[in-house]
């Protein structure tokens, strides 16, 4: 089966292809969200334009004050630019594999990796590769990766070479289909490398029914590792068969493969997974969303991110990342790299791009509206109407005031979050809470409220691990285990819980806990649980608990 997003490649001969998640580069205009965030000072938890007009950043950090960054331009040289702190970047040079090249040309280049090995430097890329002279691409050719060196940071590449030629090794292959050895041996697109304590891995994206992703350890390439896809895994809807743009880090002991999902102009987003181990980066762990493509009031696409690296610099981590901009009617106006401070939850798990889940305490017969005040001391209200909100005591913000003439609104430019309450239309009562710029959760307590649920998160354990959840009585000391068995939560790493224990049938309201405790096993070993517990106050609305 032909992967879509080589036939829309094919279709777009007419201009540039834009690269992973992209369709044909469009012409240039004014940059996403460039005035404001311009204003939000460097240092807080701003995003902030890098460089616009660029897609599927890659970032290579020399030093905590050298880094270089590159990414899919206009489709017939990769641009490379420099920075000193991470922030402002000035264009060092162009790369033009075909000028490099005395043999053949290049077009159609994306999604380049940009990577320091044995002392010198790599250029991997994605493109298209004919005699000098030739239509490219050519009918019947695919896409492939090809890889070009520098001896030093003058970046002066050299002509491209393809990978592992005449072996049947992972590798360069510009034929259609699948290779003998399996489809997951075709290095199509989205070549990412990865350097270990002990080990080199290489990452790419391969075709069959869909976009997948597969390493192997450059010691040992003839192991071939499958991390996503639909060839391989099973997928959600909504990444639409599409899992690209492995990005690879490791922190405080904990390895995160990071990819992209969906179509460019439909449910294109950031998703991760965490394991001990490169191997067990697959999507046999929980996989986790990122990102959230934002929509409009009338459900047409306003922005999408994707296509990221993240990057260190003095013990701060960075999501560096494209954004797409779309115009009322939904269609694809720009791409532009952008950088946003990531935080990590106690497991290990990382803030979200652009969601915040607004909690707070129910009054009967009440119904709510959802206020932002911004930095600069202005409020957006409502962002979220009583007509959006109703009678509901949560909302996951997405980034869209919808109820603001569809207003963007990204986390680092919220100071805090208010929620107006009414009864019979009695509107003017508020609370608010401090927000910053970076955490998922927002809880507000309204007087004279009560506690209608219990969010409840917990890290993940082993591989296909399943959970139960007990609760601790305040009024005996009392656990009740399992309150909320494993026939119920299995794999899953949250619960809502709404004042009863399903499994024994008792009710125990919120107001009566003083602890939850999260269990885990594998392969039903219930005899041998690892259980993590968190006290609890009887009145929150958000819980996390940490299964050591």
């Known amino acids: 089966m032909k992967p879509l997003r080589i036939v829309m490649l094919v279709s777009a001969l007419s201009t540039p292809f834009a690269g992973c998640g992209g369709g044909p580069a469009p012409e240039p205009g004014p940059a996403p969200e460039a005035a404001s965030t311009a204003a939000l000072a460097e240092g807080d938890n701003a995003r902030t334009l890098l460089v616009p007009w660029l897609a599927d950043p890659e970032v290579l950090k020399e030093n905590d004050d050298l880094f270089f960054l590159t990414g899919t331009g206009n489709g017939v040289v990769l641009p490379l630019y420099e920075s000193n702190d991470l922030t402002a970047f000035r264009f060092k040079r162009d790369y033009n594999p075909s000028a490099a090249d005395p043999t053949y040309d290049y077009c159609f280049l994306w999604a380049p990796d940009l990577n320091k ?25 695919e896409v492939t990766t090809f890889v070009a060196t520098a001896p030093d940071l003058n970046f002066n590449f050299g002509a491209p070479q393809p990978l592992n030629a005449n072996t049947t090794l992972p590798r360069t292959s510009t034929a259609p289909g699948c290779l003998p050895q399996g489809c997951n041996r075709n290095i199509r697109i989205d070549a990412a490398t990865y350097n270990d304590t002990a080990a080199r891995w290489f990452f790419y994206v391969w075709f069959d029914r869909g976009n997948n992703i597969s390493s192997f350890n450059t010691a040992a390439p ?20 599409i899992n690209e ?16 999902g969906g179509w460019y102009n439909s449910q294109y987003a950031m998703y991760y997974v965490m394991a001990d181990s490169i ?31 993240i990057v260190e610099r003095r013990g701060e981590y960075f999501n560096v990342f494209h954004v797409g901009a779309f115009d009322t009617a939904g269609n694809l106006t720009s791409r532009s790299t952008y950088k946003q401070r990531v935080g990590f939850k106690p497991d290990g798990a990382m803030t979200s791009l652009n969601q915040v889940s607004v909690r707070w305490n129910k009054l009967n017969g009440y119904s709510y509206s959802l206020d ?3 930095r600069d001391g202005s409020v957006i209200g409502p962002c979220s109407s009583v ?28 100071a805090a979050f208010r929620i107006f309450y009414a009864i019979n239309g009695a509107w003017g009562a508020f609370v608010e809470k401090a927000y910053d710029g970076i955490s998922d959760d927002v809880s507000l307590e309204l007087p004279g409220g009560f506690t209608p649920f219990v969010d409840l998160e917990w890290s993940e354990t082993q591989t296909n691990a399943q959970y139960s959840i007990d609760v601790q009585r305040r009024d005996t000391g009392a656990w009740i285990g399992p309150c909320i068995g494993v026939a119920a939560v299995n794999k899953s790493l949250a619960w809502t819980y709404q004042g009863r224990c399903d499994t024994p049938g008792i009710n125990v309201p919120a107001s009566n ?24 106050d009887g009145r929150s609305l958000h819980s996390r608990i940490v299964i050591p």
């Open 117 to 141: 090995s044995n002392g010198a430097y790599q250029l991997h890329f994605s493109a298209h590769r004919v005699p000098n002279g030739a239509a490219c691409p050519p009918a019947g050719q």
């Open 222 to 241: 003839g192991t071939v590792y499958n991390h996503a896809g639909p060839a391989v895994f099973a997928t959600p809807a909504h990444e639409e068969g």
């Open 245 to 260: 743009a492995p990005e690879v880090f490791k922190r405080n002991g904990i390895y995160y493969l990071l990819f992209s």
């Open 279 to 309: 191997p067990n980066l697959t999507r046999a762990r929980a996989v986790r969303r990122l990102s959230l493509s934002q929509r409009n009031s009338a459900g047409r696409l306003v922005q999408s991110h994707g296509h990221n690296v």
């Open 372 to 374: 932002v005040v911004l």
């Open 387 to 414: 007509a959006l909100l109703g009678q509901s005591n949560k909302t996951v913000f997405d980034g869209v005031c919808r109820s603001a003439g569809d207003r963007v609104v990204t986390k680092g430019e919220i």
């Open 513 to 536: 806990i003083q602890a939850f405790r999260v269990c885990s096993a594998v392969n039903g070993d219930w005899a041998h649980p690892r259980c993590g517990a968190a006290a609890y």
